[in-house]
């Protein structure tokens, strides 16, 4: 087999547009000016730089009112993403409340302990225990200190209920229960 060698051609790029001035370029041409054709003493501006001045600054202003237009424009952007925003937190808490439902409608018509297995979803109960405290009054072996206040560590007072110790039996109790799973 012959190799073949593809032949490149370049495309002929147009010629680039001039960049219009930035409000720096303008800016710094009106500075250039004013050191070249400003008399330092009188402070005054020599006639053939006067047209020049008034161009740059008719276009110096053109320049800040576009950029009030895009500033104007943007906001708009803005304040219409944030309704985007609200109406579509607005509809995921309706699909989520919908989808609540049908949890509910499922725990009602599936007993614990019981597991349905179709295709690749499946619907079963794991049972749970949770550690509720009975009474206000933790001992404070049981809790820990945070800035604000003592917290009761459940995985402690969890430990000493399983080895039957009585001040963790007083304040708390083991509670099982149920959960749904679904995948």
């Given at each position: 087999?012959?190799?073949?060698?593809?032949?490149?051609t370049k495309?002929?790029?147009?010629?680039?547009?001039?960049?219009?001035?930035?409000?720096?370029d303008?800016?710094?041409?009106?500075?250039e000016?004013?050191?070249?054709?400003?008399?330092?003493?009188?402070?005054?501006?020599?006639?053939?730089?006067?047209?020049?001045?008034?161009?740059?600054?008719?276009?110096?202003?053109?320049?800040?009112?576009?950029?009030?237009?895009?500033?104007?424009?943007?906001?708009?952007?803005?304040?219409?993403?944030?309704?985007?925003?609200?109406?579509?937190?607005?509809?995921?808490?309706?699909i989520?409340n919908?989808?609540?439902?049908?949890?509910?409608?499922?725990?009602?018509?599936?007993?614990?302990?019981?597991?349905?297995?179709?295709?690749?979803?499946?619907?079963?109960?794991?049972?749970?225990?949770?550690?509720?405290?009975?009474t206000?009054e933790?001992?404070?072996?049981?809790?820990?200190?945070t800035?604000?206040?003592?917290?009761?560590?459940?995985?402690?007072?969890?430990?000493?209920?399983k080895?039957?110790?009585?001040?963790?039996?007083?304040?708390?109790?083991?509670?099982?229960?149920?959960?749904?799973?679904?995948?």
């Amino acid at each position: 087999m012959a190799a073949t060698k593809k032949a490149t051609t370049k495309k002929a790029e147009a010629p680039k547009a001039p960049r219009a001035p930035t409000l720096y370029d303008i800016d710094d041409r009106i500075a250039e000016i004013l050191e070249i054709y400003m008399d330092p003493r009188t402070g005054e501006i020599a006639e053939e730089a006067t047209v020049e001045l008034e161009e740059l600054d008719m276009k110096r202003e053109d320049k800040l009112i576009g950029y009030v237009h895009i500033i104007k424009e943007m906001e708009l952007l803005v304040e219409g993403a944030e309704t985007e925003i609200k109406r579509m937190k607005g509809r995921a808490k309706a699909i989520q409340n919908r989808a609540n439902f049908l949890r509910v409608r499922i725990k009602e018509a599936v007993e614990p302990g019981t597991e349905i297995k179709k295709g690749p979803r499946r619907i079963w109960y794991r049972r749970t225990t949770a550690t509720v405290f009975t009474t206000d009054e933790v001992p404070k072996e049981y809790c820990k200190h945070t800035p604000e206040s003592w917290a009761p560590q459940v995985t402690l007072v969890r430990d000493d209920l399983k080895a039957g110790k009585q001040e963790a039996v007083d304040c708390a109790e083991v509670k099982r229960g149920w959960s749904l799973n679904l995948e």
